[in-house]
């Protein structure tokens, strides 16, 4: 798996578990504010941050249908890179924090230029399973994967 000059790319699709577990999310945050011993005013403003979070998030990282969206990810002998529709492939560092377990892959990254730490979560319903497994086997034996960006 750590065979450098042998490619491995990877693209994703929108999960319905990430989907479900965002909107169960939401509304057991939304029903917090409503039982919460708060005035009118926070409950609405509290609300209205909940509901505009979702709506940049939900497009961006849960149904993938924005061009900004992470759809892919490829790793070669020029390192690790992600894919988007708006900008094509970018090459990333992947931070240590990053996760791979069977359930989900959780990729914290760090794009060329930038200082911000990003996150994205691949669950396993978003690959094909054998593509699940070799994503995580990939990222768990990659020799140089958290080494910093050229």
């Excluded at 577990?21 to 009118?40: K, N, R, S």
């Excluded at 020029?78 to 924090?97: D, E, K, T, Y």
Aim: aromatic share 10%; net charge positive.
């Amino acid at each position: 798996m750590s065979n450098p000059s042998k490619a491995f790319e990877c693209h994703w699709q929108a999960s319905r578990w990430l989907l479900a577990g965002y909107l169960l999310t939401l509304i057991v945050a939304l029903l917090a504010l409503v039982l919460a011993a708060l005035p009118l005013w926070a409950q609405l403003l509290g609300g209205m941050f909940a509901l505009l979070h979702a709506a940049w998030v939900v497009p961006r990282q849960i149904l993938l249908v924005s061009p900004q969206a992470f759809t892919g990810l490829r790793h070669d002998a020029a390192g690790w890179q992600l894919f988007n529709a708006a900008l094509g492939w970018q090459v990333v560092q992947l931070r240590p924090s990053s996760l791979a377990l069977p359930l989900v892959v959780v990729l914290h990254f760090r794009l060329a230029g930038e200082c911000r730490v990003r996150g994205l979560c691949i669950p396993c319903d978003a690959l094909k399973h054998d593509q699940h497994r070799r994503l995580r086997l990939q990222l768990k034996f990659s020799r140089r994967r958290w080494a910093a960006l050229k």
